[in-house]
């Protein structure tokens, strides 16, 4: 690392460059801001809050796969957790609290936007894979799995070491989170589990990913010796590193699990609100 | 019937976590295809500058450090020179250890030349600025940095404690970390030149 005072430059160039990030990020922020005009002139306006949402949770997945922080993420254990929180928790919680997908398909071009796509050939593959993806047991198995299979040492290894694999890996969390909370997030009560089920797979989540948090952090040995073979980004105790490391696996990741609780105890609030106001709206329409 | 599955789940997970397992032929562990091949363009301990090419039709096996070292580099050079020594001649000539100091700074040429010849003429000290260190350590994956000076003005440094072995084609071949004996380096290192 150069050791000349960092710069808003430096700091924001990317360590590796990866081009499906770049491509990703700019197609969905330019389809968003297209989507947010489209509806707006058709007098439905996208609210302030989601907007921000979506925006904050696209930047900070952004900032931890693209820019200097990504090669902290790749030489030091408790850096690569900090990374592995934002791709696999914060980023997608934020997106999908944001619910961006109208607004993503009212930015795609009015052809695209008048295609059928579920009458599409192969359209019934992607359709039934992802309902299989969402089917809850298996959402969070997956979601804690992938935690659990990224961490095996062995595996771990492999991921630091080998670039392709390093890509697989991020990729792959970022997208299990953003499948895991939007099935949580989802605002709609007939799509996906009811709200009283989503708090139970909440919290059976929290459990294993605890025990992962803890046993790492209490681990006196060194589980993760890629860090030492690779060389860190700077001097740090191997053992305090992991220990920083663990407890970033272990705590905010079961605080994730309580904040989406409390959205899903607004969400329960919402909806006896609507179901108590809905009795009289039917009268009024008769 | 949820609540069973995430039992089940629990199970399941506990059972994953568990499994770890090495290569079994090699005691390092094979990176055949997963890193590039031998390229640098650095300077000698005699100020030349040098690249892999100087090197090539031999293995070389490159390790990150510095001469102000106070316990990888030392050991791990002293390592692989017993390694080395438990290898037939024929086998040891086929061989180069390249020793890339990450601290130029204090690492001049000369100094590195001491430092390598005290461990044999197969031992061979190389440097560079800044960019030349930087573009080399991103291209095999490792990193380095430095710790804060103190009143002395000597100051730690993060290195890879691992050695890449390249083949006489310059193809990345095995990784021998910090843990391997001096007979399980001689091993593999003997395999590999047979292979």
Known sequence: ?286 | MTAIRLVFIAIVLALTSACSQEPVEWSGTDISGMLPELKFSLQSENAAPVSEQDFTGKYNILFFGYTYCPDICPTTLARLKSALSKLEAAEQQRINILFVSVDPKRDAPEQLKAYTDAFGSEFIGLTGDMDALQTLTKRYRVAFGYGKPDETGAYEVSHSSAAFVFDADGKARLLLRDDLSADMIAKDLDQLLKS
């Not at chain 1, 989507?35 to 997945?61: D, K």
């Not at chain 1, 609290?97 to 059928?116: E, I, K, T, Y």
């Not at chain 1, 699990?257 to 609507?274: E, F, K, T, W």
């Open chain 1, 1 to 286: 690392m150069p050791d000349s005072a960092p710069t808003w430059i430096t700091v924001l160039t990317p360590w590796e460059f990866y081009p499906s990030v770049v491509l990703v990020s700019l197609v969905t922020v330019t389809l968003y801001i297209r989507g947010m005009r489209r509806l707006r002139a058709t007098g439905h306006p996208v609210s302030f809050a989601r907007s921000l949402s979506f925006f904050v949770g696209v930047a900070i997945t952004y900032a931890v796969l693209h820019t200097q922080f990504d090669y902290y993420a790749q030489y030091l254990f408790f850096a690569h957790r900090l990374q592995h929180l934002v791709l696999h928790h914060l980023g997608p919680f934020f997106i999908a609290l944001a619910a961006p997908w109208s607004v993503l398909a009212a930015g795609l071009p009015q052809r695209w936007r008048d295609v059928n796509w579920r009458a599409l050939p192969g359209a019934w593959l992607i359709v039934g894979g992802y309902r299989i993806l969402q089917f809850p047991p298996l959402a969070a198995f997956l979601f804690v799995g992938i935690i659990f299979f990224w961490l095996t040492p062995s595996i771990h290894f492999y991921a630091m070491l080998d670039l392709k694999l390093y890509h697989l890996m991020n990729w792959s969390m970022f997208l299990d989170g953003l499948l895991f909370w939007w099935l949580i997030l989802n605002p709609s009560p007939q799509q996906g589990p009811s709200f009283g089920w989503r708090i139970i797979i909440l919290l059976a989540i929290m459990v294993p990913q605890i025990l992962l948090g803890a046993y790492i952090t209490l681990s006196e040995s060194t589980l993760y010796d890629i860090y030492a073979i690779c060389g860190r980004a700077f001097p740090i105790a191997p053992a305090a590193d992991q220990m920083v490391g663990g407890v970033i696996t272990w705590i905010p990741p079961a605080m994730m699990s309580a904040i989406a609780i409390l959205v899903m105890l607004s969400y329960i609030r919402r909806q006896d609100m609507v179901s108590a106001r809905s009795p009289g709206a039917l009268t009024g329409a008769a």
